[in-house]
């Protein structure tokens, strides 16, 4: 389905209390996400993106307003139980910092989403081969975090989210830790995942390179939507074998 | 999460951390064999007091009362009514005096001084006297006797030197031909002087022999037991002749009451209650074996209570150490938490985890402390027989005892212990904010 909406922002307004003081962190975002695409969220330090991710997995409620997912779910509605089951369905989550077990293995961090799902052994263990596979990691399954380098660790991590087959996959500051190359390498990784599963993506960072990846990229500064550009016309091409 | 995931989770998080889990583990064992330990002290002592009680046999039912020597003593009197009403109490099943008196019996050349006991026949069952041949006195028997076991090696042929050989045994039988008996002490004796028996010796009683003790207890040995009306028929008769021949200093049953009456309760449970209740209708003489028992019982009560309370004492402790590490364990692994929860852990799965990890501590704690409590039991058990004797008088056996099921109590213990201390700990986790943890490095 063409432009199929994933999620739906309306309005939405976080306030934090600071003592005396009320920090307006998100100031009447209206945002659509379609289904498919790559979004990247642009701003400085401070200027609420990270926020509005926040939001949108359902980490934090919002002050005011809606957020919608496909149509029917209101997020800020959803309580801890239906959040954690939202989380396993439809969404996926690749951090800075990787943030992998340090007791589990490669293969068993990536099965982690699967777990939680109540899948069988069997069935996970084989998915989540596919995707150390398809990050090129299939011979360090049974590598622990610490035996691994950041860029290694960096695709566990990217394999984890998406083992789950998930709707919208959130990278906050993906890169932040990586030098240029490893960069590039992961970018096509991710981005190669999600176009070939239709996946929308949603990139926060205050790196411009990053913006080459995707569709449209959102400015967003002092909690406002500064603007939306269209960049997929420059949009470079990405290098992806892509076994899945 | 399904359970399996749960426990090999927690079981790796247990791993990783080795000291500080054995060392948890090691707590928990301590506080395990501490309790297990004292309790079974307790149990040693409880089997000391049964054996005790087995070893009384049915006199463990007994009570014996002791009436006054003669009226306005100060006790009340131990007369017929009296009787009456002390067997109608409840849970008595029995009561009877026992009135004692010498008789002297003659069967074709045997004589035997038998010591008779006059009861009420139907108590006899009670008593724990039983024979082994013939039949135990009902309430129509008058002139019948019931013998003691050992009532052959009684008889002897007062003509016969050589028959005080203890192995001698006079070859009648007692329950074939009734007996000629006397209060007579010369009856049947052969006359000094070709005189034969006394002037004016009373008419002997013709006694019917119905039955032979089994001899179990020393008491259905050496006595015959013969109806209390009997005896206390013979022994007015006895008074007569005494005073026809110018004395009498014995008890007079009909004015002073019974000397003495015994009690016997449905159950060792029921004697300290029925002796209160005979205390308080005017008896200060009355005595029962459980007494003695009981009174061990409650001294040992109180110092089992002690040592239990400090086997609790060690476990509380375990249980404290329990949840300090599972605390430690949160702060070391909120950005864990919160990396599970962002990927789709439940907060459910959350407090499983810890509360799995906490269990499992207690039970490999339980684990260790059945091992360690086996081993400990059976060296207080090759060294520790003084510290018994301490405790219960004249002891023997085991000091400390683990049935089955306090091995299982103390692992159940230790398991809850854990998981119980678990449940702060893990409800901490599923508080922790995924957000802030994530945030944390």
Known sequence: MANEIVVELKDVKKIYPMGDERIVALDGISLKFVRGKIYCLLGVSGSGKSTLLNLIAGLEKPTHGEIIFKGKHHIQKMSEKKLAIFRQRYVGFVFQSYNLMPTLTALENTTLPLIFRRVPKKVRSKKAMQMLKAVGLANRWRHKPSEMSGGQQQRVSIARAFVNQPEIVFCDEPTGNLDTKTTVEMMNLICGIANQHNQTLILVTHNLELARYCDEVIHIRDGKIEKIEDVSADKVEIQFGGIL | ?441
């Open chain 2, 1 to 441: 999460m399904r359970f399996l995931d749960i426990l090999t989770m927690a079981l790796r998080n247990m791993f990783k951390r080795k000291l500080r889990t054995v060392l948890t583990v090691s707590g928990v064992a301590i506080g395990s064999v501490a309790i297990t330990l004292m309790i079974s002290l307790g149990v040693a002592v409880n089997l000391q007091h049964e054996q005790q009680i087995e070893m009384l046999g049915h006199r463990a039912n007994r009570i014996t009362i002791w009436g006054p020597w003669s009226p306005g003593i100060g006790d009340a009197v131990l007369d017929e009514a009296m009787l009456e009403r002390i067997s109608a109490m409840p849970n008595v099943v029995a009561a009877t005096p026992q009135v004692w008196m010498q008789l002297t019996f003659v069967n074709g050349p045997y004589v035997a001084d038998l010591q008779i006991n006059g009861i009420v026949p139907e108590a006899m069952p009670y008593m724990g006297l039983n024979v082994a041949e013939g039949r135990v006195l009902t309430a129509d028997d008058n002139l019948q006797i019931v013998f003691g076991s050992n009532v052959l090696t009684q008889f002897r042929n007062p003509r016969d030197r050589w028959i005080w050989d203890w192995d001698q045994v006079a070859n009648i039988d007692p329950l074939a031909i009734p007996m000629r008996a006397s209060f007579d002490f010369n009856f049947g004796q052969p006359s000094i002087g070709g005189g034969g028996q006394n002037q004016n010796s009373p008419a002997p009683y013709i006694i019917e022999g119905v039955g032979i003790l089994d001899g179990v207890e020393w008491e259905s040995q050496m006595n015959a037991f013969m109806p209390l009306s009997a005896v206390l028929e013979i022994q007015r008769d006895q008074q007569r002749f005494w005073q026809s021949l110018g004395g009498w200093w014995g008890r007079d049953v009909d004015a002073d009451g019974f000397e003495n009456l015994t009690v016997v309760a449905s159950s060792a449970e029921h004697v300290t209650q029925i002796a209160d209740d005979i205390r308080n209708l005017g008896f200060n003489d009355v005595w029962y074996d459980m007494q003695w028992i009981n009174q061990q019982r409650e001294s040992t009560q109180s110092l089992q209570t002690l040592l239990s309370a400090i086997g609790a004492v060690s476990l509380i402790v375990a249980a404290i150490g329990i949840a300090n590490t599972m605390i430690m364990a949160i702060y070391e692994r909120t950005k864990e938490i919160g990396v599970m929860k962002v990927i789709g852990a439940s907060v459910k799965d959350v407090r499983r985890l810890f509360l799995v990890e906490a269990a499992l501590i207690g039970a490999f704690g339980g684990l260790l402390g059945v091992g360690l409590s086996a081993v400990a039991s059976y060296v207080l058990n090759t060294v520790g027989l003084p510290f018994l004797d301490m405790l219960v008088w004249g002891a023997t056996g085991d000091v400390s005892v683990i049935p089955m099921w306090l091995y299982a109590l103390g692992f159940g213990f230790s398991c809850g212990v854990g998981l119980f201390s678990g449940f702060l700990p893990a409800r901490r986790a599923t508080k922790i904010s995924a957000l802030e943890a994530i945030r944390t490095s």
